[in-house]
């Protein structure tokens, strides 16, 4: 399958013209031989100094396959024992890469191309992604999600100049790390819905082009979730392209706001281990955990409107003390209280607030049933409830509470601290 990018950058309904920066994307069963008859004698050819990042265990699987290629670069093999995509990581390739690298192939999934892109970014590389799991949807995106001293930051980063997606390779993943890219993608369902009510209550640019484009994927994995879960070749395929619309969506944007809200913000909080210990979980598990916890709340909240149970009471001002408990004692509460200037709800007219509640709810009410979402994700065997990634019942209403103040995006979770609800059980 070959991905015509041309297709995606183009004027728009939405008043701007989207940009994408990837040239080439190919999933396909042998994609990485194509990717090495393009190093060798087509578009990649002039560059002379590769550097391949890859982890132990992506080595293992990919050195006989990627002979060729590996033969090629200088490679940089980072221990997969508790590597993340943060600061230390990027020290330890800026330490051991040469200084006439000239291109960067990313052989991995989500924390490789984070790291990557990120280096890419810096040193204005152009680099080239090599997916061995259909495990995220960052691997085109024009960010990577970083851990900065503590802190969880999205930062400015290098689309790929090209993927090669090799089926003989990500579709033979763990099953795992398969299921966490379909956990990724349903977290999408949250997200959109977020946008949709920003952009209801203040305005925020929003383009239902890019909606349709995660909406589509969405509806490419829901119609073969078993498939994928069994590991069949071409349903494998139509996850890998879907994680890749997605994060094509982000680069016609411009950031992540598409593919990333309220659902993430619960699982960069997690990865921040400031409530809890840090957690054996993937990306995607914590976002679909992330998913089902909003999901419940979102619809508590439709079912007290539609009761007459939900009033606005405006903006209460900071929550200083729960922010200064929370992230003080771990010394990134200025880095909280940063990310959080201004402060995002002095965006949100109470009054308007208050005139959209039933639009509001019907968007919430479009949002999948918390079962019919728990069947889904039981059909791909993703992860759904808090224990399924080692955290208790009882760390959910404080994850709810301070899971807004990680990301400086407005996000209905957010915006719900401007209502007071009454009489409706979780």
């Known amino acids: 399958m070959r991905v015509d990018a041309d297709d995606f ?14 040239k080439e994307i190919l999933i396909e069963a042998g994609a990485t031989q194509a990717l090495e008859e393009a190093m060798a004698e087509g578009f990649l050819k002039n560059y002379i100094s590769p550097l391949l990042i890859c982890d ?24 997969a024992e508790g590597l993340h995509a943060d600061n230390y990581a990027v020290e330890i390739v800026e330490n051991n890469m040469d200084e006439d690298i000239d291109l960067i192939l990313a052989v991995g999934s989500g924390t490789i191309h984070d790291i990557s892109r990120y280096v890419a970014f810096r040193y204005r590389i152009p680099f080239v992604s090599v997916p061995t799991a259909a495990s995220v949807d960052g691997f085109v995106s024009t960010v990577a999600a970083m851990t900065w001293d503590g802190l969880k930051k999205t930062v400015p980063a ?15 993943a763990p099953k795992r790390l398969t299921a966490s890219g379909v956990s990724d993608l349903f977290g999408k369902y949250i997200c959109l819905t977020d946008w949709k009510i920003s952009h209801m209550l203040t305005g925020e640019y929003y383009c239902s082009h ?3 484009l995660e909406e589509k994927a969405l509806r490419t994995v829901r119609s073969c979730l078993r498939d994928i879960a069994d590991g069949d070749e071409e349903s494998c395929e139509k996850l890998m392209y879907a994680l890749i619309l997605s994060g094509l969506a982000m680069q016609m944007v411009g950031n992540s706001r598409p593919a990333s ?30 998913t089902m916890l909003v999901l419940k709340e979102y619809k508590r909240i439709a079912r007290a409107i539609r009761t007459g149970g939900c009033h606005v009471k405006g903006y209460q001002g900071p929550e200083t003390e729960l922010l200064e408990k929370t992230f003080g004692a771990r010394g990134i509460l200025n880095g909280i209280m940063k990310e959080n200037e201004p402060e995002l709800l002095l965006s949100v007219d109470p009054g308007r607030l208050e005139s959209k509640l039933d639009r509001i709810a019907d968007v919430l009410d479009d949002l999948p049933e918390e079962s019919e979402m728990l069947h889904l994700l039981g059909k791909a065997g993703c992860c759904s409830s808090v224990r399924d990634i080692g955290l208790t019942e009882e760390i959910t209403a404080l994850s709810l509470k301070l899971a807004p103040y990680v990301r400086r995006r407005l996000s209905f979770l957010r915006i719900s601290k401007m209502l007071e609800i009454e009489g409706v059980e979780l």
């Open 261 to 290: 809200c309220a659902e993430h913000h619960l699982s960069h909080l997690w990865e921040m281990a400031v409530i809890n210990e840090p957690l054996d979980a993937l990306h995607g598990e914590k976002v679909s955990v992330g």
């Open 158 to 172: 290098a689309a790929p100049l090209a993927v090669f997606a090799d089926t003989n390779i990500f579709a033979k």
């Open 56 to 79: 132990t265990n992506t080595y293992k699987v990919t050195e006989d396959v990627m002979e060729g290629i590996y033969d090629r670069c200088q490679v940089l093999v980072l221990d």
């Open 210 to 212: 890019v909606v349709e």
């Open 9 to 22: 950058g183009r004027p728009c309904s939405c008043g701007k013209e989207h940009h994408v920066d990837v």
